[in-house]
């Protein structure tokens, strides 16, 4: 199993703070540590946020998705785990198993996804999957 170095927990904390809008994290080049590929400015855009998603590599990304229910904004929060195609299947497994690590660290989930396409982790998608998700929209 992988080990989430410590950068996760403060990428992870600048968003829960709000100071970023989301952190995208990958495997080392050795795949022995989960670390920090991207963190988002507070005021990055959801087009943003789905250019800083490798192309090539299979990464998780904890993402502020703002949100209105019954006329309050809220903020909710998605872990989306991101397999593009092309990645080994060997690979794809092992996101299954880290996926654990890395919930050590980032605790605070609205809804948990899985993508493997970015027509899957549209805003209304994330929206859709906010409404269907088992989870309650007061978290």
């Not at 600048?14 to 809008?21: M, P």
């Not at 495997?27 to 946020?49: C, K, P, W």
């Not at 209304?124 to 999957?129: E, I, R």
Request: some cysteine.
């Amino acid at each position: 199993m992988a080990v989430v170095v410590e950068a996760c927990k403060e990428a992870y904390a600048s968003v829960r703070k709000g100071e970023a809008r989301y952190a995208v994290f990958t495997y080392n080049s050795d795949r022995t540590e989960i670390v920090v590929h991207q963190l988002g400015s507070s005021d990055a855009d959801h087009d943003t946020f789905l250019k800083d998603l490798p192309t090539d590599a299979a990464a998780w990304a904890y993402y502020a998705f703002p949100a209105t229910v019954d006329e309050v904004d809220r903020t909710k929060f998605v872990l989306a785990r991101w397999i593009p195609k092309g990645v080994s299947p060997l690979v794809k497994g092992r996101t299954s198993v880290d996926n654990r690590a890395l919930q050590t660290v980032v605790k605070d989930i609205s809804v948990e996804i899985a993508a493997s396409e970015l027509s899957e982790i549209t805003e209304k998608g994330l929206y859709v999957q906010h409404r269907c998700s088992s989870r309650s929209w007061n978290y």
